[in-house]
């Protein structure tokens, strides 16, 4: 079974930085590529970043180009989601997802998520 477990969410002030990390427990955690997903009351869920297996490939979305970067360590079995200069707007839950094989990341696993509040 495939647990993820998010971590680094909180409460801060908008142009504040928080950075989340999410830890998957599988052995062959350098063999998927990871994303990042959120999800604010009321509204679907939404595509954050996603990361290739080696890291050398990054993608984000429109709404966090250039405030956000995503990153692992595979020595760690860990993604991370550097957030700066957050607004509102981007207060949601925010999810990891360990990305099934050649699915395009349409498939996989989540985490539970971690809250992010971000105050005017």
């Known amino acids: 079974q495939v647990q993820l477990v998010e971590s680094g969410g909180g409460l801060v002030q908008a142009g504040g930085s928080l950075r989340l990390s999410c830890v998957a427990s599988?052995?062959?955690?350098?063999?998927?590529?990871m994303g990042w997903f959120r999800q604010a009351p009321g509204k679907e869920r939404e595509f954050v970043a996603i990361?290739?297996?080696?890291?050398?490939?990054?993608y984000y979305g429109d709404s966090v180009k250039g405030r956000f970067t995503i990153s692992r360590d595979n020595a760690k079995n860990t993604v991370y989601l550097q957030m700066n200069s957050l607004k509102p707007a981007d207060t949601a839950v925010y999810y990891c997802?360990?990305?099934?094989?050649?699915?395009?990341?349409?498939?996989?696993?989540w985490g539970q998520g971690t809250q992010v509040t971000v105050s005017s």
């Open positions: 990361i290739s297996q080696s890291g050398g490939s990054t």
């Open positions: 997802k360990l990305c099934a094989t050649n699915t395009y990341c349409r498939e996989g696993y």
């Open positions: 599988i052995g062959t955690f350098s063999f998927h590529a």
